[in-house]
């Protein structure tokens, strides 16, 4: 044999396969989250949304739950249009698709955040632990940004 070969075959081979158990298990992070963010709270309102997008990966999964230190509860919330008035009610999840991608955004699917004892003030940032039915938790920063968007006539 060839000991210097050999040593350095076992070398690339454990530089590639560590850490072990990711060739039989899925990988800890099936489903990467990106771009979460939610707009400044005025004085006052003590409920917000936060909005992201999930990437599915190798597996489905399926995103069941979230809490912030930012407040006191935090719930996954779908709209819907009844009755010509579009309403939020609390779902049990949201289906993350294998490999496709999912966008939590103002008029659809959020994370409402209640009860937040402090404001949320622009250029801030905040984690939130999304809970995965395979994943686990995944933390995330949320980006607070001003509530720019709103037309001239607002002033
Ligand atoms: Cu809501």
């Given at each position: ?10 070398a690339?081979a454990?530089l ?5 158990t990711?060739?039989?298990e899925?990988?800890?992070q099936?489903?990467t ?10 004085p006052g309102?003590?409920v917000?949304?936060v909005?992201l997008t999930?990437?599915g990966?190798p597996?489905a999964d399926?995103l ?14 779908v709209?819907s ?5 579009a309403?939020?009610r609390?779902t ?10 999912v ?8 994370i409402?955040?209640?009860d ?7 250029g ?22 001003a ?9």
């Amino acid at each position: 044999m060839k000991p210097r070969v050999t040593l350095a075959l076992l070398a690339l081979a454990l530089l590639h396969h560590a850490p072990p158990t990711y060739a039989a298990e899925p990988a800890p992070q099936a489903v990467t989250v990106s771009a979460a963010w939610a707009r400044a709270t005025p004085p006052g309102m003590a409920v917000a949304a936060v909005y992201l997008t999930l990437r599915g990966g190798p597996r489905a999964d399926r995103l069941v739950g979230a809490a912030t230190s930012r407040a006191a509860m935090a719930q996954i919330h779908v709209v819907s249009a009844a009755a010509g008035m579009a309403q939020m009610r609390p779902t049990e999840g949201v289906d993350v698709p294998a490999r496709e991608s999912v966008a939590l955004a103002p008029q659809g699917t959020h994370i409402m955040l209640m009860d937040l004892p402090q404001p949320l003030v622009a250029g801030e940032r905040f984690p939130l632990t999304l809970q995965f039915e395979q994943a686990g938790k995944i933390d995330v920063s949320v980006e607070v940004r001003a509530p720019g968007t709103a037309p001239p006539s607002a002033h």
